[in-house]
């Protein structure tokens, strides 16, 4: 049988350990969860600022652009908070 290249499980197989905090996981849930900057601050006790700057570090360690971006992410790695 002739190999067709990567099967699809293994397209999307997560990356051994993505390295996020448990911060970070809980930011990103919160995302998936369809929060606002403002609701994620809110409730984090941080300004709309910190939310943005950690978006923005997130972007960078899971190698996204933007929020969708980081919600597939999130959906396709099965990210949890731990």
């Not at 933007?66 to 959906?75: E, I, S, Y």
């Amino acid at each position: 049988m002739l190999s067709r290249g990567p099967t699809r499980a293994a397209a999307i197989e997560a990356p051994s350990d993505v390295g996020l905090t448990p911060r970070e996981r809980d930011l990103v849930n919160r995302v998936v969860a369809g929060y606002t900057d403002r609701e994620i601050a809110r409730e984090l006790g941080l300004t709309e600022q910190a939310v943005k700057n950690a978006l923005s570090i997130l972007y960078e360690k899971c190698e996204v652009r933007n929020r969708l971006d980081l919600v597939l992410f999130a959906v396709c790695y099965r990210i949890e908070p731990r």
